[in-house]
């Protein structure tokens, strides 16, 4: 398995607070990636990075913003939560170097609940 | 835009019974095509992929050939168990721009 962490697991907060979720990898992969994942919706992309402080916006980025400042970390924030956050939110991450270009691998996600 | 469809859950079989999860995709280029497999409380796990036309991606007695000509990567299995009840999704991914699209995935429960 790919060695990629997700903190924290669970997550309670109020709408209005800000939230930020952590990616850790240690397979030095230079792509990493945030989801959410919703009922009815499969995975969407929120921001992805493709290197050290290189990040791009992803299908449903508005409300997130995104941070790396290392290779193997990856944090995204919810500047101020609301209800249409509270999601499952899925890390992932690629290496198009390694001869296994375009496969994913996902981390155990984080479980978003806002109040 | 690129997009995957596939076949709406849930899905529920007896033991032994022969599995197919519809997938069709829509995209501009070449892209690779993938199944990944999610178990209660866990990530997404890959669990084939395909990244040319006629292609074949094989893994634990499941299979999906890439057709192009019907544009459609189809998941089947010749006999399930139990243990193979999850949710499938079916994915596509644009080699030229990272991008990798999702199906909304399909239930699978499987009942002794």
């Known amino acids: 398995d790919a060695g990629i962490t997700q903190s924290p697991r669970h997550k309670v907060t109020e709408t209005g607070t800000p939230v930020t979720l952590r990616c850790h990898q240690t397979?030095?992969?230079?792509?990493m990636y945030w989801y959410r994942q919703d009922p009815g919706h499969g995975l969407r992309l929120i921001h992805y990075?493709?290197?050290?402080?290189?990040?791009d916006k992803g299908e449903v980025s508005d409300g997130y913003s995104v941070s790396r400042s290392k290779t193997e970390d990856f944090l995204l924030t919810l500047e101020s939560a609301t209800s249409s956050q509270t999601s499952v939110y899925f890390c992932?991450?690629?290496?198009?170097?390694?001869?296994?270009?375009?496969?994913?691998?996902f981390g155990p996600g984080t479980r978003l609940l806002v109040l | 835009g690129n997009s995957v469809t596939q076949m709406e859950g849930p899905v529920t079989l007896s033991e032994e019974a022969f599995l197919t999860i519809n997938c069709t995709y829509t995209?501009?280029?070449?892209?690779?095509l993938f199944w990944y497999v999610q178990y209660p409380g866990e990530g997404l796990q890959l669990l084939l992929k395909?990244?040319?036309?006629?292609d074949k991606g094989s893994n634990k007695g499941f299979e999906a050939t890439y057709r192009k000509e019907t544009t459609s990567f189809h998941l089947e299995k010749g006999s399930v168990q139990v243990s193979d009840s999850a949710v499938y999704f079916c994915?596509?991914?644009?080699?030229?721009?990272?991008?990798?699209?999702f199906g909304a995935g399909t239930r699978l429960t499987v009942k002794p």
């Open positions: 995209a501009t280029g070449y892209p690779s």
């Open positions: 994915a596509l991914s644009d080699p030229n721009n990272n991008d990798m699209r």
């Open positions: 990075s493709y290197g050290v402080k290189d990040t």
């Open positions: 395909a990244t040319k036309a006629d």
């Open positions: 397979e030095n992969h230079r792509y």
């Open positions: 992932a991450i690629s290496d198009p170097s390694g001869g296994t270009q375009e496969t994913q691998y």
